[in-house]
Structures are given as C-alpha cells and as structure tokens.
C-alpha cells in the first residue's frame, strides 16, 4: 500500500492530489470465519456508539469511534489491509445506521451520522473489491449461525446488504475499468462522495482527464451510462444537480478536465462475470455516442 494514502483523513472533507492516493486494484482472496465473526462484532459496537451519541455528544462519539480496536489476523487466512477496510465499513455503518434513528440530533451529529453512512459504504467497496465472488457473497450474507455473541439485528443486517449492494455495483465497475486497460481508478474521499455524489473516480493512463461517475444499482434494469448533461428544468436540490455541482469543485480542486458520467447497474448480475460485459458495452456505447 502506497505510504501516503496511510496519511489520508478519509473521514475528513479533503481533495487530495490524485498522484497522492492508491489506485484501486482487483484481488481474489477468501474470508475467514473469524472475520465473518469480527465484521458482526464490529456493526455491534459501532450501533452501541450511535445508540449512546446522543447523550455523550460529538467529541466523546468521535473518541469512540477511533479507539475501536483491529485484531492482528493470520496472515495465512486473511489479508490485515482487507479486515481494516472491513474494520472501518462495520463500525461506521453500525453508528450510522443507529444515529439514523435517534431523534434530537443537532447539525453537528447529524453531519457525523452521514459521514459515517458514507464511509461505510466506501470502505465496504474497497474491502470487497479484494475478495473473490464467493468471497464477497459470503460477506453480503454475513450468516453468523447460531452463536448469540455475534447475533445483529434484522435491520441492521438489511443495511449492512443494502451497502453490499452499492458497493458491489462499485467493485463491478472497477472490474470492467480493469478489464478496458485505459484507466486508473481510484475511490472518492468521504467529502467527495457524501456531497459530490460521486462513487469513483477513473482517470485515463498518464492523461489528466477522465470520467466522475455516480453509480445506481437497479434490479431487473438494463444497465446503461450517459454523460450527465445541464438541465435547466432539473431541480437544484436533484441528485444529478448536486453530481455535477461535485464533478465542478472536484475539477476546480484537483484540477485536470473530468466528464461527469451516470452508471446505472442491473443488480441482478452483481458478482457475476457476465455484469462485467455489460457495463463494459454501456461504457463502449456512450463513448460511440450510440
């Protein structure tokens, strides 16, 4: 892992220098019970930190947040660098997730209860792009059997899928990235992707321009990829608004000439080499301009 990147806040509202951080790279490894175990662990402490945010405030919230600790796994099962991704994704969803519910939150932990909804979903990309397709499907059912130690909650098991689901669409596209060879991909900051709205950053080889592009999952939909455009009758407060409002502070920032691109993904072929094929012949059609 590129020394610098260790370096980067990603929790924090930053534009690091693309020549700054680590491109996004594909790896095939397996899980270990013991992480599926530890990732559960982890959702229930990062929950018992938001149930309690309320009374203890920001600061110590924050405090908690970070003195999480990440147990040394086996390097013979289990890569260190994909169970800290993990680390990060489980607890920050599992704070989210509960700050959600709470009522009487000021502006102040509402901003922490999105950044932490926006980390985990940026973690949980990185972690499972690292995983083979098995791998990655044993994660998104994070089936914890019968042990009551480790149990989560319904719903907290339905947001921790449902993140799966995006970051999955994420990895997918990577994937296809990869596969083209003309790119260098890398994941946004937490600032990036929570008020940018967008999910990946994929920068031509050795040029300084590329595309931003936002990603959506749909199930049983065509997968398709536009240019996002100005619309005039599109309201301020739409997400594709804000999209190209990020992609322009993101340009004025890191500098460079970037295209805003919209990605719709069908679900139904997630963590499946036949999706590949198709986000590869959406990608290859709006280039055409077919």
Known sequence: MDAALQHIPRDQPHYPQLATRTRAVNGEQSVSTALIYQIR??????????????????AATEVALKNVTVPVFDPANQDQHTANHFHRAAVALGCGFEMKHLQGLDSELKSLMYRQLTLASIALAEAMLQLSYAAANVVWKLDGGSRPEIRIDEQQLAEWRTTCVG????????????MIGTFDVFFPTVEEDGKGKIDLIARGKGKDFGFLIQIKSRRGQRTSCEVVRKDSERSRGDELS???????????RVGGFWIPVYLVINSDLLNKDRGILFVASAIVEMVRGE
Request: charged content about 30%; overall charge positive; hydrophobic content about 50%.
């Open 167 to 178: 970051a999955a669409a994420v990895v997918q596209i990577i994937k296809t990235l990869e």
């Open 41 to 58: 662990i982890w959702i229930k402490t990062g929950a018992k930190i938001g149930r309690e945010a309320l009374e203890q405030g920001l």
């Open 242 to 252: 804000k999209f190209l409002k990020g992609v322009k502070k993101f340009s004025r």
